[in-house]
């Protein structure tokens, strides 16, 4: 098991998606390369969270860089726990992953640098992002 499974493997988490895009990734490959784009951006690792369940870690080969980046595994009976109430947010985040997709979250409030982890997102297969403020959710990217 790698270092990004033994980091998140029991880890309890609440899942705090404010001022932060995020995104649903399917491939492994492309999850990486998303977190190595939005590094080479300018965003750095610990605004990057990246949520999958433990086979996608498994999947996944972080780079030494990428490491640093806050993994969060959810185990086949974990909830995401969440205190942000968007109508079905937490329930398709949770299919997602359980999947064994990658969610991709990046801490920003900058209407351009929302932009940009969009685009980049998309460039790497990236669906459902949308980003969530304090007090209401946007749909970037269906």
Do not use: C
């Amino acid at each position: 098991m790698d270092q990004a499974s033994d980091r998140g493997k029991n880890s309890k988490f609440v899942f705090n998606p404010t001022d932060k895009v995020i995104g649903i990734i399917d491939d492994a490959g492309d999850a990486q390369a998303a977190l190595r784009d939005l590094m080479g951006a300018g965003f750095k690792a610990e605004q990057l969270e990246l949520l999958t369940n433990e086979e996608g870690a498994q999947r996944i080969e972080l780079t030494d860089e990428e490491r640093e980046v806050s993994v969060h595994i959810i185990g086949p009976a974990q909830k995401p726990q969440t205190y942000y109430d968007a109508p079905g947010l937490v329930a398709q985040i949770e299919q997602e992953l359980k999947a064994g997709h990658y969610g991709i979250g990046i801490g920003t409030t900058d209407s351009e640098a929302r932009e940009r982890v969009r685009e980049i997102l998309k460039s790497h297969g990236g669906h459902y992002i949308n980003f969530y403020g304090t007090w209401a959710a946007e749909a970037l990217e269906p």
